[in-house]
DNA sequence: GTGGTCTAGACCACC
DNA sequence: GTGGTCTAGACCACT
């Protein structure tokens, strides 16, 4: 369900985070669902249970999870939309993107070849 | 000429590297243009010399500018066409960000929109 | 494992690179490996934590080790194949070297024998 | 007779004392000729008359000009002799640059091609 | 004056 | 504990 690399530099927590978002996202996990447990997650992962709890901890924070003391933690009612709307703020990054490869002389044509292609990969799922 | 945000998450030797190349490509910086030097500009930004150093050296090893021991610091020739290079790496980020959006189910003409507003306003220009 | 020389006109940063550089080539390091951390490293050497760095940080660019913040430094999976890459880059400089010692009227023979003498040591590790 | 790049990263004397050994190895220079004055060198070179001095100097040092007090500069009685033996020290620069290109795993053939090409230039001459 | 290296010591985010 | 950024102040070689 998760693949970690301990190598990479891009922190143990946040492969965590943006590979729970892409499986709510893809429809493998549901709202209502419940997520491993930080231990159980920890040993399988074989990372610390500090880097598996902030990991929860920043998703319930964006309303992502819902973490119930005693229970355990739980995939968010609208846990989907509300990732479409976060998702919608990335919208800027794209644009100020945009504005550098324009910049660069960089033709249009290419940018607009990259969405294309995300689309088509898309629509054939 | 620069503008530092000394309490943003980005570095400040990154801004100044980014900043300077921005000025590149629009053309305010042309090769063979002499660089402030490492200590004028590091008490006008009140930043420390070493950080100026460093954001230098960054634009040195890209091949942007042209470090002359006991003369000063140059705008390469070529450095323009080294950026319109390097920013053509960037293309795999944009693919890998309309991916997610478009995973999130953002309507793909949202993403054109965005596209081609950054390069009006290039035209504009 | 390192043997710096404080008063040596090379600069200690670059020692470290070249001398990590080396012990890849020659099998000491293995891709996977984890570096002696920042802090050991310049206790060990009596230099600078930022000496250290500023080497590791090198190392870093040129693909051949990967930090991982809060986790270590290590050597990079494919670090011996980019350095047979770099190395290949310094073929202009032997060229240029042979260039002039043609010049100087040094007999061919004596080049070739320094190599041969090079690969000979080579092929009986 | 001298090509002197201002922006380029290795020293302007530096760049005249290779230059004026070239010259006398290709025997463009011959002993007893009076170089150029260090004034009129500097201002055909646009270069500051101390770093023709410093020039002269290190090259008075190495045994390549001999410096007359009131007379001018003249080139020294056995300069290709003592050029040729300064260049037989650089053997040991080629050995250890064949000695990382062999740990590098760059074949032998290559190395050898490099000298082969130099060599041939020389005999065409 | 210039860029380049180094030391000493601080703070941060990450694990 | 780890790597990464930053400040303050020093020394060097080059122009």
Do not use: W
């Not at 999870?65 to 509300?82: M, N, S, T």
């Amino acid at each position: 369900m998760f693949q970690i690399q301990p190598f990479s530099p891009v922190p143990v927590y946040e492969q965590i985070v943006s590979q729970t978002e892409r499986l709510v996202l893809t429809g493998v996990l549901k709202a209502g669902d419940q997520m491993p447990s930080v231990r159980s997650l920890s040993i399988r992962l074989s990372v610390n249970p500090n880097t598996i709890q902030k990991a929860y901890n920043e998703l319930d924070v964006r309303g992502i999870l819902c973490a119930v003391p005693g229970k355990g933690c739980f995939v968010a009612a609208h846990a989907g939309e509300r990732l479409t709307e976060l998702c919608r703020g990335k919208l800027t990054e794209l644009r100020s993107l945009a504005d550098m490869l324009a910049l660069a002389g960089i033709p249009k044509e290419e940018l607009i070849r990259c969405i294309e292609s995300a689309y088509e990969k898309r629509e054939n799922v």
